[in-house]
């Protein structure tokens, strides 16, 4: 028998990229291993419960489970899962968080996203239970601070390197839909997807501002196979991307999209503001969240989930408050909101330099600080899911669990 629910959500941190480090030596970075989820995850699973939280973003570390093609190791998965199928936790399973094995070596590597649907498929007949997945996590963000920003993995700065790395993203992204739908024909896909604008500080750079905001659809366009602008068209013919890998991924858009609820992140770094020269900085929040998921809502017209949020205190309960605010209003004029999410349930670290300095510095985004003590945000959390969860959820819209 299904239930309807809306899915108020937290998520555990589990990004996982390379960096390169002064001495031109790579390392990997680990959130999880950071902020002590290893040690401490039952006890991490347990404050999901407390704060009446039924729906967790997780994704097992993709680069400790895939060893080789064709050979995983599932010895942690087995024992995370179990447990918030205990505790009746609903999982929204994040599979690839920025990262990818050693083996493969970074998203430059076109035969990865095979490999990548081989251990979706392979992970979804091991978990048959499980129904929520974010196949590749902010296909966007990974593949410009791998290929375009050159901060992560491959640690590229060109245009080329940012269409190699998207397309491969991408590809595996549905490779990976296509594969689990087989397993599990009533998987849901929640494409967690950072949602960007970019603003125009004079004139002069409108053109270049009207690309780039072409250019920040290109995941989505790519995965639900909607068809781009003439110019970003030629952009990815000019960068490597061929006709044939183009017209491929329209052909798959009615295999998978029936199942996607489109997820938007947003946080206060996600509007920018180029300049004259080309550059750009952070804008700071001008639109905010609901003016740019409506942009994006009515590029796709698919179900909607707040999939990311958050700010360091002591402004984090007050971009709560804001964040639900503008969700409500979207709801409230007919945009089919599923659920929101503060993320993530503890601190995270480093993330002040978007990983790249192995620093140490503890970010305070959480719901409860690294001591697993509640912050003010995570006791404001609390209360409005105790207030809205009743009210919510017998409003028309929400997804089944079956």
Known sequence: MSKNRFMFSTGIENSYPMIKLEDGTRKRIDEMEKCGHYKRWKEDFALVNEMGIEFLRYGAPYYRVHV???????????DVFAEMERLKITPIVDLCHFGVPDWVGDFQNTDWPRYFAEYASAFAERYPHLQFYTP?????????????????NECQSSDRAFVTALKNLSKANVLAMQAIMRVKPDAQFIQSESSEYFHAENPNVRPLCEFLNQKRFLSLDLTYGHSVDVSVYKYLMANGMSDDEYTWFGKQQLKVKSNCIMGNDYYITNEHLVHSDGSTSPSGEIFGYYVITHQYFRRYKIPVMHTETNITEPFSVHWLKKQWANLCRLKMDGVPITGFTWYSLTDQVDWDSALRNDAGNVNSLGLYDLDRKIRPVGIEYKNLIKQWKDVIEKESYGVHLF
């Open 68 to 78: 080789a093609p064709g050979k995983y190791d599932w010895s942690f998965s087995d």
């Open 136 to 152: 590749v996590n902010e296909i966007f963000i990974a593949a410009m601070f791998s290929g375009q920003y050159g901060w992560w």
